[in-house]
């Protein structure tokens, strides 16, 4: 048992970081411009307007969705004739130093209208104008009833194929009639991503609290979004104290499962008592065939020993929900894990497959293997448990390797709190000989 906890732990506590730099590419025709992203992908056309923008929906798969197509209203910039201003050439620039890709499209008269995406994971950007001045059309990304304006702010909720928002912020300018005039230099910031409000709060600090009431009003937050918020945020203060997700999740596992300690012991007390109740359940199964007189057997036997046979199953069923909320805030950041420190060997948690977690599933099946054999009351239980929980890891092993951290943390905790209360209540599980049906060590006489 010492030689497996301190692989275990080996294998979980072995962390090294430093940073990397996620690649991006850009490609460019006679007509278009595509930047790909790890989170996003946009193509320009030649003419200064972007004609779509796709957003990662599975990292493990690399699916884009696109929840942005250009209907005249890409930044189109239009003179006091209602005439559209046309760029004659651009320029693509790209800034390690700050980390962002900038497109500057040049006009008449020393014109520029100028696109910059940042590599980061926060899906904002900056549009610019400098001496080029007019009407200015503001793009969305759903209908209108989606669509909501507080003074210099846009806000557009896309609800389906998969929840999204763009945000506008028009600076000191009011946006009438889903334009804004400009008539001096200036610069904009915008968000076009999923509908992942802790990111916004990174790019929109100081008006964060006005967008939340935007968005009530165009329906992009529910009571329900109250309570994800929560883990989501936690989560996200310690990936800022760590500066690691590996880490993060780890320590967040641990704080949630500390917090869930009561339940759980409580659960397992009621499972070891009616463990110990079981030489008398079966006496009376062997003495009443009829049901009914079986049943009212054991419902006096319960209450004899005030036991709720119930009662484990309870509290197991009010953790699950839990668990859900844990795994969606862990999820949540499926995609930012591209842009994570390397964790162990893995410099992208939000990649799947055999070669990218097949460390982590054989760290999670002997974990389960063991928490099997701690709670098993015989060999036959032990062995059902560890098939089901061994065959559990390998059907999910294309999921990110974010997610499969926090199982692996999540069956490592799992030993040890059974260990204790196993300890605490003088119960004994099964050795590996007993599991594997080879019966106590030989003897070996002493000389």
């Given at each position: 048992m010492?030689?497996l906890l301190?692989?275990i732990?080996?294998l979980?506590?072995g962390?090294f970081v430093?940073?990397?730099n996620p690649e991006?590419?850009?490609t ?7 930047l790909?992203?790890?989170l ?5 056309d030649n ?5 779509n ?12 969705v696109?929840i942005y197509s ?18 004659l050439?651009?320029?693509i620039s790209?800034?390690n130093?700050?980390?962002y890709?900038?497109i500057?499209y040049?006009?008449e008269n020393?014109?520029?209208?100028s696109?910059k ?7 904002n950007?900056d549009?610019?104008f400098?001496n ?5 059309i ?11 304006v507080?003074n ?7 609800n389906k ?11 000191d ?10 008539n001096?230099?200036?610069?904009f910031?915008a ?7 802790i990111?916004?709060?990174q790019?929109?600090p100081?008006?964060y609290?006005r ?10 937050i529910n009571w329900?979004?109250?309570?994800n918020?929560?883990?989501?945020s ?7 104290f760590?500066?690691?997700f590996?880490w993060?999740i780890?320590?967040?596992t ?6 869930l300690?009561p ?7 009621s499972?070891i008592?009616m463990r110990?109740?079981q030489p008398?359940i ?12 079986q049943?009212?057997?054991?419902m006096?036997?319960y209450?004899k020993?005030?036991i ?5 199953c309870?509290?197991a069923?009010?953790?699950l929900p839990?668990?859900?909320?844990l795994y ?9 894990f591209?842009y994570?420190?390397?964790?162990l060997?893995w ?14 599933v054989?760290l ?6 063991f928490?099997s ?7 036959k239980t032990?062995w059902?448990?560890s098939i089901?929980?061994?065959?559990f ?6 999921l990110?390797t ?7 943390t999540?069956?490592?905790?799992q030993?040890?709190i059974?260990?204790y ?5 003088h119960?004994k599980g ?5 599991f594997l ?10 000389k």
């Open positions: 010492k030689k301190l692989i732990g080996l979980v506590l962390v430093f940073s990397q991006y590419n850009i460019s025709s006679s007509t278009e411009i595509n790909q992203m790890r996003y992908n946009v193509t320009l003419l200064g307007h972007m004609k923008f796709k957003i990662l929906q599975d990292r493990s798969n690399t699916l884009f696109n250009y209907y005249n209203d890409s930044f189109n910039i239009y003179d006091e004739n209602g005439k559209e201003l046309l760029p050439y651009y320029n790209e800034n130093f700050d980390n890709i900038e500057k040049y006009f020393g014109g520029i209208k696109y995406f940042y590599n980061d994971p926060y899906y950007f549009i610019s400098e080029i001045y007019g009407k200015v503001i793009p969305t990304i759903s209908y209108p009833n989606t669509v909501d507080d210099e702010i846009l806000i557009s909720y896309l194929p998969i929840k999204s928002i763009f945000i506008f912020d028009a600076d300018l009011n946006i009438e009639d889903q334009s804004i005039i400009i001096q230099n200036k610069t910031k968000y076009m991503g999923p509908s992942k409000f990111f916004i709060k790019v929109f100081e008006k609290e967008i939340i009431s935007l968005a009530k009003n165009v329906g992009a329900l979004w109250y309570i918020y929560a883990f989501v936690f989560l996200w203060w310690l990936y800022r760590t500066g690691n590996g993060a780890m320590i967040f641990l704080v949630i499962r500390l917090i300690y339940l759980y012991h409580k659960q397992t007390k499972m008592e110990k109740l008398e079966e006496k009376i199964k062997k003495k009443y065939k009829d049901p009914q007189r049943q009212q057997a054991l006096e036997l209450s020993h005030k709720n046979p119930a009662g484990g309870l509290t069923f009010i953790q839990i668990f859900w909320i969606g805030a862990i999820n949540y950041y499926q995609g930012t591209a994570n420190p390397q964790f060997i410099s992208d948690l939000s990649q799947g497959g055999f070669k990218q977690n097949i460390l982590l054989l999670s099946v002997i974990a389960y293997l928490n054999l701690q709670s098993a009351s015989d060999r032990a059902n448990t089901m929980m061994i065959i890891p390998f059907l999910f092993i294309n990110p974010g997610i499969f951290i926090y199982w692996v999540n069956a490592v905790l030993i040890f059974t260990a209360v196993n300890k605490k209540n119960i099964l050795t590996i000989r007993e049906g080879l019966g106590p060590k030989p003897y070996k006489s002493s």
